[in-house]
């Protein structure tokens, strides 16, 4: 595939555990998938534990900046703005650490960043073109983390309702919530507002023509 001298489209999807983020980038996605896209996710780039024990792992805040590898995504992220293919981690959640295998992303024209603390840190805001900021009640998310960790991951109940209250909350307010304020545009309900995320690909479409990749426009090679 051929790229023009234009850096890719990097659109930023943040919002709590729960909120609707992945829904909503998963539908920017899927309105955009004649054009070449991906989506980039935070949770891949959880810090190598290799070195410690289950029980120390078991014991990380998995909710608090420090729980991820901020560096090695901005690198790989700057990678795929100057297109060129990267080896995405994939973190197992079930070892709770990096896995030793890797995925291959080439680079594409727009950029999904997805996780809960995509903006947190200002030299990831720097390579944003636009944030979102997706707004949903407490009581929405922990229900949905609830039969998200149920149904996907095996995990009981009280261990859900333990962990959404000791970190997950706390952390919310403390570090995610804050981060509102740098968002371009908030979301409120979620992956159900079809009118925010309609005039999300209208302006993606936008910026893709003004920059001159109306000649792409129809390529259909997209990953997740």
Do not use: C, W
Not at 38 to 61: G, P
Not at 75 to 83: F, G, I, K, N, P
Not at 88 to 94: A, E, F, G, I, S
Not at 132 to 139: M, N, Q, S, W, Y
């Amino acid at each position: 595939m051929k790229y023009n001298n234009q850096r890719p489209v990097v659109i930023g999807v943040t919002g709590g555990s729960g909120s609707g983020k992945t829904t909503v980038s998963r539908k920017i996605f899927n309105e955009l998938s004649q054009n070449s896209i991906l989506i980039l996710q935070q949770d891949s780039y959880y810090n190598d534990q290799a070195n410690m024990t289950m029980e120390q792992r078991a014991n990380v805040n998995y909710d608090h900046p420090l729980a991820f590898d901020t560096d090695l995504l901005i690198e790989q992220l700057s990678q795929l703005l100057d297109y060129k293919a990267i080896e995405k981690p994939v973190y197992d959640y079930n070892l709770l650490t990096r896995g030793t295998e890797t995925i291959h992303q080439e680079p594409r024209e727009v950029i999904i960043l997805e996780g809960i603390l995509i903006l947190d840190d200002a030299r990831l805001r720097d390579l944003m073109d636009i944030k979102v900021f997706v707004d949903t009640d407490d009581d929405i998310r922990i229900i949905r983390r609830i039969q998200r960790d149920t149904q996907e991951r095996g995990r009981s109940l009280d261990g859900i309702i333990e962990q959404y209250l000791n970190t997950v909350k706390p952390m919310y307010h403390q570090f995610v919530e804050p981060t509102k304020r740098y968002a371009d545009i908030i979301v409120p309900e979620g992956g159900n507002n079809q009118v925010a995320i309609d005039l999300l690909t209208t302006k993606i479409r936008s910026i893709l023509m003004q920059r001159g990749n109306d000649k792409i426009i129809n390529n259909k090679d997209s990953t997740i």
